[in-house]
C-alpha cells in the first residue's frame, strides 16, 4: 500500500498519550460524522477554547448570532455542552456595573457517555433489523 494514493485520508498526527488529542480526534469525527459543518465547528471551537461566549464564537466562525444561538441550544439538548454562567463587571460602555455573561463548554463526562449511549442504540438497532430479516427469509409457508 502506497502511501501517495489519492483516495487515502490522513488524519492529523497526535500522541497516543495525550486524553485531549485523543479527545479533540474523537469530538471531530463524531460531529462531521452525524451533523453538518457549521455546526461541528461550533463544537470544534467551543472545546478548542475550553469556554467561550456565544458572541465571541459567532465573529470567529462568520456565522450568524442566531444561528449560532440555535446551534447552542440544540447541542445543549443532545447533553453535549453545558452552559456556564457568571456575572461580570463590564467596561463602562453601559450603564450597567455587571452584566450576566454566558460561556459554553464540553462536559467531557457527558459527551463521551452520550456517545456512548448513541453507539449502542445504534447497534441495538441494527441487530433488530438483522434479527427481522432473517425471520422474514426463514419464515415462509407452503400455499398448496
Given at each position: 500500500m502506497g502511501s501517495d494514493s489519492a483516495n487515502?485520508?490522513?488524519l492529523p498526527?497526535?500522541?497516543?498519550n495525550d486524553p485531549r488529542a485523543i479527545l479533540k480526534t474523537l469530538i471531530r469525527c463524531?460531529?462531521?460524522?452525524f451533523y453538518e459543518v457549521p455546526k461541528s465547528l461550533v463544537i470544534e471551537y467551543i472545546y478548542h477554547h475550553e469556554r467561550i461566549k456565544?458572541?465571541?464564537l459567532a465573529e470567529r466562525l462568520c456565522l450568524e448570532p442566531k444561528a449560532v444561538r440555535s446551534y447552542i441550544q440544540e447541542f445543549k439538548?443532545?447533553?453535549f455542552i453545558i452552559e456556564d454562567h457568571r456575572l461580570e463587571s463590564n467596561d463602562g460602555t453601559t450603564g450597567r456595573r455587571n452584566q450576566d455573561q454566558y460561556y459554553y463548554k464540553i462536559?467531557?463526562?457527558a459527551f463521551?457517555?452520550?456517545v456512548?449511549?448513541?453507539l449502542i442504540h445504534m447497534q441495538m438497532h441494527v441487530e433488530n433489523l438483522e434479527r427481522q430479516q432473517i425471520y422474514k427469509s426463514s419464515n415462509y409457508k407452503c400455499e398448496q
Open positions: 487515502e485520508i490522513s498526527p497526535y500522541d497516543a463524531i460531529m462531521r460524522t456565544q458572541q465571541d439538548r443532545d447533553k462536559d467531557t463526562t463521551i457517555n452520550v456512548r449511549y448513541r
